[in-house]
C-alpha cells in the first residue's frame, strides 16, 4: 500500500477514533444517568419523562428536514458551494424547528396531563436541533474531534445535572432541565469550533438550492419519521393505552437496547466518505466492501444480542433495581432488533449513495405501519413485553424482509442474508486480508 493510500486510511482511522470514544462517553454518561434518574423518580416519573422525550424525537425529524447524510454528500460533492449550501439548509431547519415546537406546545395543550409543563420545556430542544447540522460539516472535512469534544462536553455536562437533580430530589421539572442543557452545551461548542476553523463564511441563502435539496430529501425524510414512528412510538402508545408505569418499565429497557444503536452509526458516518470515493471505482470491489461491513455489523449484534438475553434478569436487577423487574423480559426480546439497526445503518448510506431514496420511504413506512398495528394489537394484552415484541418484528420488515419487494434492493437482502447465515464466521477473516492487501 502507498504512502498516500496509507495517509490516506490513518486519517479515516484517526476520524473515525474521535467519533467512537465520542459514542462511548456518550453511551456511558447517558446511561449512567437513566440509571440514576430511573431509581430516584420511579417508574411513572421515569415513564412521563421518557414519553415527553419520544415526542421530541418524533418532532425532531421534522427539524432535520431528511437532510443529515444529504449534506454530508453535497459538501462533499461540490466543496465550491459550501457557503450556499450551508447557509440554505440552515434557514430550512430554523423553520421547520419552529414548526415543531409550536406542534409540541399543540400536544401540551391538547394532553389532559399538563404534568409541570414538561412537554414544552424538553420541547426547547427542537430550537437547537438545526445547528446540529455542523456535525454533517465536520463529517465532511473529516475532523470528526471538534463534533466529538462538543458532544462529549455537552453529554457529561448535561448528564451530570441531571444526576444532581435527580439525587437531590430536585424533582420531574428539574431533570428535563438538565436533559436541555445537554443540547444546548453541544450547540454552544459545535458553533464555537465552527467559527474558528471557517473563517470569511458568507451567507448565502438560495431559494433555487433550497428547492432542490428539498427534493433530494423529501422521500429520505419520510422515511426518516417512518424510523422513528417505529422506534419512539411504542412509548407514546404504551403512555395513552397503559400508563406511566408500563412506560416507564419499557423505557429502562429500551434504554440499555438502542443505546448501542450509536455505534453502527458512528462507524457509518466516519467511512460514509470513503465509501463515497469507493463507489465511483470497481464494482467488485465495492460491494465486497459492502459484504464485509455486513458481516462485521451481523457479528457486532449478534454477540451483543445474546449476551444480554442470556443475563437479562441480572442485568436489569443490578442496573435498576427490583422496582423495575418487569423491564428484564422486555430487555431480552428487544435487544434483537439490534441486528437489523445495525445493519440498517448501512443501508441507509447505501441509499443516499445511489440516490434510490424511495426506498427510505417504502421501507421504513411498512415498518411505521406494521409497528403501529402490531402495538395497538399486542400492548393491550402484553403490554410492554407486547411492545418490545412489536418492535422486533417491525425492525425485521422495514430493514430485512422489505428488501425482497425490488429488484434494485433485493441485492442488498442477499447480502444480509449470507451474514446472517454464517457467512460472517467463515469469511470475515479472508476478507480483511485482502482489503489489506489491496
Known sequence: MGSGKTSELRKYLFNSGWLLLDKILMLGAGLAASLIVARFLGPEDFGYLNYALALVALLQIVCHLGMTGLLVKELRVRPEEEDRILSSVFVLKVGAAVLAYGLMLLIWFADDDHRMAVLPLVGIMLIFTPFEMLN????????????AVAGMVGQIGGSSLKIIAAVAGFGLVAVAAAHVSIIVITVVLLSFFAFRLKRGFRFDFSWSLSKELLGKSFLIFLGSLSAVIYLKVDQIMLQHLVGDSAVGQYAAAAKLSEAWYILPQVLMASIFPKIIDISHGDKSKFNDFLQVTFDLLFLAALGLSLFVFLF???????????????AAMVLSIHIFASVFVFMRALFSKWIILEEVFIFSLITQGLG?????LLNYWLIQSHGAVG???ATLVSYSIASYFSLLLSKKTRGIFWMMTRSIFLHA???V??????????
Not at 411505521?368 to 403501529?372: C, E, K, M, R, T
Not at 477473516?429 to 489491496?438: E, K, V, Y
Open 429 to 438: 477473516p479472508a476478507q480483511i486480508r485482502n482489503f489489506r492487501r489491496s
Open 425 to 427: 464466521f467463515l469469511s
Open 387 to 389: 411492545a418490545a415484541i
Open 136 to 147: 454533517d460539516w465536520f463529517q465532511s472535512r473529516v475532523k470528526a474531534k471538534y463534533a
Open 312 to 326: 437479562s434478569d441480572l442485568i436489569i436487577a443490578v442496573l435498576y433495581g427490583e422496582a423495575y423487574s418487569e
Open 368 to 372: 411505521a405501519f406494521s409497528n403501529v
